[in-house]
């Protein structure tokens, strides 16, 4: 049905493509690039000490054809700790460049259409800097982006076997295997509706409504998993609620997953403070990119990759000053407590940043972050060091 779904809708939007003049054709270029120096001790809570050098540099460019159809591509270089650089060609490893993601559009009348590896993201609570394969159908204008969405999940091509039981030349029973040529397309499959809607004010909604199927049989994994954001000012305080909703057969856990959040950015003098708390319920986590927290995340440089409700159903609350000190300079801070329903009871994160822009396009960042896990041995404490670039 989920096929059927599909073209039609291709069917239906080829009827609608229209000629789009552009100016000239060619490719464009952009990019990032980061080194970082990381001190990482007890990141498994108990003795370890995983402290290195990482770098890398990722390069972003668009073709674009005269009529407006385009390929977007993103490509990472040596994105690597330092080894020795064992992490070369020359010495055996292969290539040290890889595709982040790579994909195609076009404009179809007041549509666009865009199909390949995708970079995927609908909140920074739920669902973020994921990859998916798949096609989007979408419209945008200045205060609206709403898109239908089909995205690959896992292909499966599974082979009918058949099992004969044979009697062989001395007279004894066995088995003869016959591939019966049958082949069974039992992929996993998700689709859904994504809605992006600002208002006057500043307001504005985030939300998606997604359908997981599963024709693989191991398990079963069809739901839904629906995720939705709020953000706003309300007078000179900026606002913003998340909630995110999954069945359990999607992930095979026991109940239905469901984490909410709320937080007020308040400015005091020259701070702007966060206040924020939130709740994870029968098995979510937190998403990594999440980023009122350092440690408890796998976006800052010190990361832990443990996301908040990674230990146990978690009601939490966390505060997070940042101050301005001068054009170049910016003070962050970080202070959280995790109420936790687990062996681990507790936990709590403090930890803080220094960026620096050293010049238009490049800051210089200082991180250390100390989280102590109720029931583990030893807390997780980090620090860094961080050049990052844009071009």
Known sequence: MKKLIVAAAGLMLVGTMVSNASAEAGVSFKGDARA?????????????????WQSRVRLIFQGESKGGAYANARVRFADSAWDGTQKTRALGEGSNIYTDW??????????????GLMPWNITRWAMWDQRVDGLNVKYVNDMTTV???YQKMDEFDETD????????????????????DIVEDDDRDRYG??????????????GAVLYQNDDQGAGDRDGVTVIGEV?????????????????????????????????????????????????TVDGFVVDGDYQAFIMLSDDSSIATAYGVGAFGDTNFVVLSPSMKVSEQLTLTGVAGYLDIDSDADSAFEISGRASYAVTDGATLSA??????VDGFEEPAIGAGLILVIGF
Do not use: C, H
Request: proline share 5%; no cysteine.
């Open 231 to 279: 953000t706003g000012t309300i007078g000179n305080v900026a606002v913003q609620a998340d909630g995110a909703w999954q069945e359990a057969d999607v992930l095979l856990t026991p109940d239905d997953p469901w984490g909410v959040y709320a937080q007020a950015v308040v400015p005091v003098g020259d701070v702007s403070l966060l206040a924020g708390a939130g709740a």
């Open 102 to 115: 790579a994909y195609v559009g076009t404009p179809m009348g007041p549509l666009a259409v865009e199909a």
């Open 147 to 149: 898109m239908a969405f």
């Open 193 to 206: 509706v994504y809605l992006n809607q600002k208002f006057d004010g500043g307001w504005g909604v985030v």
């Open 367 to 372: 991180e250390a972050g100390y989280l102590d």
């Open 36 to 52: 970082r120096g990381l001190y990482r001790s007890d990141y498994n809570f108990v003795d370890s000490d995983t402290s290195q």
């Open 161 to 180: 076997i058949l099992t004969v039981p044979v009697v062989k030349a001395d007279g004894t029973a066995g088995t003869l295997i016959v591939n019966n």
